[in-house]
């Protein structure tokens, strides 16, 4: 009778190094991400353990896939907070597009003791201007307009320009009527169009915030490409209405 091998001795030392394998150190999935793996000490197969990751909360940071569907960009650090500077932005373009609805009103419609449309014609052709008609009615409805569009938060960079070559106008005017650059007289002050169109200016520079309807898009948090052209749209048109249509010398 022929002896049997014992061979217990054989698989306990090939379980032994089978428990001993170094773990894979990492893998490279479909999407580049590498994901380090570990080796369960019972289990032949390793158990992967996916890194952890804040998910960004850009609604616009978002892309496409080569499926087609929608993929949430990640980020690694914290979201950025921005404290009051949203509540300051509402309150400042909140003012300036009140200032801008009331004054629209006065000059298209008579309103808290506006000139009405003729008066105002009749102030653009003493001031120089060409067309005055036609500018009257199309720098009332911009006043209107613009001044909505801000208190709504909505389309700011269109907004700001156009409040931004409106009070350029308006503060070349208040010059006319004074000339030499007056600031803090009595009655030939022009310290409040120029803040007008400071505040036309911050407004194109640094969004309208959060608390508008264009809370959600990249103009209102992250503004930049449209910050310079709606500032430097609005500073043109406001050059371009008065020396075209004006010519005279600025500020002499």
């Given at each position: ?103 629209g009103l006065q000059n298209a419609f008579g309103l808290f003791n506006g000139p009405g449309i003729s008066s105002y014609r009749d102030l653009l ?48 005017v208040a010059d006319l009527a004074s000339p030499g650059f007056h600031f803090f007289v009595a009655d030939k002050g022009q310290e409040y169009e ?59």
């Open positions: 009778m022929t002896d049997t091998p014992d061979r217990r001795d054989e698989l306990d030392e090939s379980q032994a190094e089978t428990r001993a394998m170094p773990a894979q150190s990492a893998r490279s999935d479909t999407d580049g991400l590498d994901i380090p793996t570990y080796a369960a000490p019972d289990r032949a197969e390793p158990v992967y353990v996916a890194p952890t990751y804040t998910a960004s909360n850009n609604p616009e940071s978002t892309e496409m896939d080569p499926g087609g569907s929608r993929v949430a960009d990640v980020e690694l650090s914290a979201p950025v907070r921005r404290g009051t500077s949203d509540l300051g932005l509402l309150l400042l373009r909140v003012g300036l597009g009140v200032v801008l609805v009331a004054h052709q003493t001031a120089g201007y060409q067309h005055p008609q036609l500018l009257a009615y199309v720098g009332s409805l911009t006043e209107l307009v613009a001044g909505v569009l801000l208190v709504l938060g909505l389309l700011t960079p269109l907004a700001a320009a156009g409040a931004l070559g409106v009070s350029i106008n308006v503060w070349l120029m803040v007008l169109v400071l505040l036309a200016a911050v407004v194109a520079l640094v969004g309208p915030g959060r608390y508008s309807l264009d809370g959600r898009r990249g103009w209102a948090t992250r503004p930049l490409v449209s910050s310079w052209l709606a500032l430097v749209v609005g500073i043109a048109a406001g050059l371009l209405v008065w020396f075209l249509l004006n010519g005279a010398r600025p500020f002499a």
